[in-house]
Nanobody, 120 residues
Framework: QVQLQESGSGLVKPSQTLSLTCTVSDDSIATNNYYWYWIRQPPGKGLECIGRIDYSGSTYYSPSLKSRTSISRDTSKNQFSLHLSSVIPEDTAVYYC????????????WGQGTQVTVSS
């Protein structure tokens, strides 16, 4: 099963940009019908979908975060990245990357999650 690993800064100041990268253990990032998600969980709250990039490079963003979110990929490195601009303390959360197999209609692999704190 493919493995995912998040990396990036764990502490971001308000108004700055949060940047995270997810490294995929194989070259399935461009495999047909696979989708690659960023999901977060604020303290004491449930999971929130931030957005995704699919096998063709098309993106989808949560309407509530769309104006501040960018998701991109580097297929040569088997990586996809999240950039969330103008962060506020409410963006503090554990951030996860995850894979979704369209053929199975289910999430497959998840990264272990990385804590990001927005604080001055």
């Amino acid at each position: 099963q493919v493995q995912l690993q998040e990396s990036g800064s764990g502490l971001v100041k308000p108004s700055q940009t949060l940047s995270l990268t997810c490294t995929v253990s194989d070259d399935s990032i461009a495999t047909n019908n696979y989708y690659w998600y960023w999901i977060r969980q604020p303290p004491g709250k449930g999971l929130e979908c931030i957005g995704r990039i699919d096998y063709s490079g098309s993106t989808y963003y949560s309407p509530s975060l769309k104006s501040r979110t960018s998701i991109s990929r580097d297929t040569s490195k088997n990586q996809f990245s999240l950039h969330l601009s103008s962060v506020i303390p409410e963006d503090t959360a554990v951030y996860y990357c995850a894979s979704y197999a369209g053929s199975m209609a289910s999430f497959g692999s998840w990264g272990q999650g990385t804590q990001v704190t927005v604080s001055s």
